[in-house]
């Protein structure tokens, strides 16, 4: 299982929503150096990083 990463400046709906992302997804995000807040910042971001298939692979893969 792996240890939940704590990103500063998350508020906490966005770090619950952060810790189900896919590792990879996480790891770009956090090389980005993107300041993301919010849940909904988070998922616009994770939006338009993805094809549209992989953001209903990754709503559906996360419940949300």
Do not use: H
């Amino acid at each position: 299982m792996q240890m939940a990463k704590q990103m500063p400046g998350m508020d906490r709906q966005a770090q619950a929503y952060f810790n189900t992302l896919p590792v990879l997804l996480q790891e770009q995000i956090v090389q980005s150096g993107a300041k993301l807040c919010t849940k909904a910042q988070l998922e616009n971001y994770c939006k338009n990083s993805l094809t549209p298939e992989g953001w209903k692979n990754l709503t559906e893969s996360t419940g949300k």
